[in-house]
């Protein structure tokens, strides 16, 4: 029962570098979804995809860029990474009007 | 865009105790969630209410959409409990989150 699973789990980059997050579901969800956690606050969607094949901006889309590989697979691109993008990363999914499931999150810090 | 409040911001209980955060929200909403993040960053769903009463063992959530708010009850509060409840609220198939209410529970 894998449910939504995110890789890496921890990565530290340098300014500039470039870096893919990578996330998958094995519930047949529709709806994939990425948000960032900073400290202290909640989660502020990122990029969603409600459908294979369709992805959508955000709340706070810049300096991101997602694709939606398939049904299953959902990823986060950072083509030049900031610090202010060191974040939680949280990618989820659901089966569009319903829950949505979470996985375990990428802690990113960006030097 | 939706805007979520959760009260209180922090909360201390003795184990034992019971307790209700509350979750007030701006505007229609489709659905709403209520989430526990444990001291590993994993967020657990433990309520999908839009509306009603729902309960799961000491946990238990009430939605009244039609005045915008939600409420999340723990009772026998246990250590385990600690952690960070974040409601959260869809429009448009996109959640709103709140702040979050961190609850320390203390043995």
């Known amino acids: 029962n894998a449910g939504v699973t995110q890789t890496p789990k921890f990565q530290v980059l340098k300014t500039g570098q470039s870096m893919t997050l990578q996330c998958a579901q094995d519930?047949?969800?529709?709806?994939m979804y990425w948000y960032r956690q900073d400290p202290g606050m909640g989660l502020r969607l990122i990029y969603y995809?409600?459908?294979?094949?369709?992805?959508d901006k955000g709340e706070v889309p810049n300096g991101y860029n997602v694709s939606r590989l398939n049904k299953r697979e959902f990823s986060l691109r950072l083509e030049s990474a900031a610090p202010s993008q060191t974040s939680g990363y949280f990618c989820a999914s659901s089966g569009g009007i319903g829950a949505q499931h979470f996985g375990d999150g990428t802690r990113l810090s960006i030097l | 865009g939706i805007q979520v409040e959760q009260s209180p911001p922090d909360l201390i209980l003795q184990e034992g105790a019971n307790s209700t955060l509350r979750c007030n929200f701006s505007?229609?909403?489709?659905?709403l969630q209520w989430f526990h993040q444990n001291p590993w960053g994993q967020l657990i769903n433990l309520f999908y209410?839009?509306?009603g009463t729902k309960q799961n063992g000491r946990l238990s959530a009430t939605t009244v959409a039609t005045e915008r708010y939600s409420l999340l009850y723990i009772s026998s509060s246990q250590t385990t409990d600690s952690g960070v409840y974040f409601c959260a609220v869809e429009a448009d198939y996109k959640l709103s989150f709140g702040a979050g209410t961190t609850v320390t529970v203390r043995a």
């Open positions: 995809s409600a459908s294979e094949g369709t992805t």
């Open positions: 209410i839009p509306s």
């Open positions: 519930m047949n969800h529709n709806s």
């Open positions: 505007d229609s909403v489709n659905n």
